[in-house]
């Protein structure tokens, strides 16, 4: 029902009508006058609300009738629709729907703008801005620590210059490691694994580079994997290996989701970018992913299994009973979730058979991972590296494993189906 809404001004002395309330006004004036000069009786009472009588009028879309109820307009106007006023009938329709489409159009702009917005903020938060990358954020946390008072000038330009030495080579510093850790816990491994935690230049970001830069130093003191390189690279060096690993054509997807670009940037890495460079690199591995939680207040204990029997499949054997230590020839395991990612050392049960993993977390210092080599103090630091099932409730996990080593023909042939990169997922 289209109906246009008249406010009428009646005249109390007379059947004047005005849609204007000053008309009206000036009318009545003129009516006063009369009555003072004798021509209208003196009896009528005139107050300003008799003035300002007003009517609501409801005039027909379709010709120029006003009605003066809804009821009386909504009868004449299906009056006019029996009797076939469709083309004035269609000029509104062609009207509303004309607006409904600016509507439209209004609604798909404001939602463009703030997907724009939600994408600049999703850039800035995973490190994708042209803010800069791990050079960049050493500068200002060391420009920041001289303004402060907390580093001398002279300090400042030595760590500096040791920092472009570092990058050049593209070997990491060694700063941020903490070596002999598994031998203090117990030798849960036969091989040695070192601690890598993030520092002034990645602080915030850098936890993906920091767990490969700790499988890494696991694969070099394997004699299985001596082709490796030698050194452990840089948070620089491995953002370039990871390009290089999409310049050979593997994790596509993945690839366009960084624009093809991580040397300079703080950009986050995760689970697929891990596999993706240890492919270049002819290293075998999976993805596996946790997708859901399989255990009571969403826990994961399918995960705490599977990890153990990951590690229990290459444990050395030959005992009749069980060693209260069970050591093993693999390489730690790249535990990932939303936002964070650390590495899995080990796995231990207790007598009652619940199960904690042996986490090294890089947003640990140094100074606390050192705390492991004390007798004094390993056994509160051993406490921190472990984590039950109650400490692991994020919604989805992903864990990559190394397997060995590929083929040429292996490595072409996972390059080739990482353009469609499935994990396996459990349950």
Not at 255 to 283: C, D, K
Request: proline letters at 5%; one cysteine or more.
């Amino acid at each position: 029902l289209y109906c246009i809404l008249l406010w009428c001004f009646a005249c109390p002395m007379c059947s004047l009508v005005c849609k204007d309330c000053f008309i009206l006004q000036e009318h009545v004036e003129l009516h006063l006058q009369d009555q003072a000069e004798g021509i209208l009786p003196q009896n009528i009472n005139i107050t300003l609300a008799s003035i300002f009588v007003s009517v609501m009028r409801y005039e027909c879309p379709m010709c120029s009738l006003s009605c003066s109820s809804s009821s009386s307009l909504q009868e004449h106007v299906e009056l006019h629709l029996e009797y076939g006023s469709a083309s004035v009938t269609g000029v509104y329709l062609t009207l509303a729907r004309k607006l409904q489409e600016e509507e439209q159009q209004k609604w798909r702009e404001a939602a463009t703008r703030r997907e724009a917005e939600d994408f600049k903020k999703l850039q800035k938060q995973f490190g994708l801005d042209n803010s800069g990358g791990y050079r960049k954020q050493m500068e200002r946390n060391m420009e920041r620590a001289v303004s402060r008072g907390q580093m001398v000038p002279a300090e400042f330009h030595r760590k500096k210059a040791e920092m472009l030495e570092s990058l050049a080579s593209g070997v990491d510093d060694g700063r941020s490691k903490t070596s002999g850790l598994m031998g203090a816990l117990y030798r849960y491994y036969q091989r040695d694994t070192d601690h890598y935690s993030s520092s002034e230049g990645d602080k915030g970001w850098g936890c993906g580079y920091r767990n490969f830069q700790m499988l890494l130093s696991s694969l070099h003191r394997m004699e299985q994997y001596k082709l490796l390189p030698v050194s452990v690279p840089s948070i620089p060096r491995v953002q370039a290996l990871i390009e290089e690993a999409w310049g050979q054509g593997a994790d596509p997807q993945g690839a366009s989701h960084f624009n093809h670009r991580l040397q300079g940037t703080r950009a986050w890495i995760g689970a697929t970018e891990i596999y993706a460079v240890l492919t270049s690199l002819s290293v075998k591995a999976q993805i596996m992913d946790f997708h859901k939680p399989t255990g009571p207040g969403d826990t994961h204990p399918r995960l705490f299994e599977w990890v153990k029997q990951c590690f229990s499949h290459s444990a050395s054997r030959g005992a009749r009973l069980p060693p209260k230590i069970v050591q093993t020839t693999l390489p730690p395991i790249h535990l990932q979730h939303q936002g964070h990612s650390r590495s899995i050392v080990g796995v231990e049960q207790k007598v009652n058979g619940n199960l904690c993993l042996l986490l090294f977390d890089p947003g640990c210092v140094p100074r606390e991972m050192r705390k492991v080599l004390s007798q004094d103090t390993a056994a509160t630091m051993v406490r921190r590296v472990r984590k039950f099932p109650g400490s692991l409730k994020h919604r989805q996990y992903q864990v990559v494993a190394v397997e060995g080593l590929l083929t040429p023909e292996e490595k072409q042939s996972r390059i080739l189906n990482s353009r469609t990169l499935c994990a396996e997922k459990i349950p």
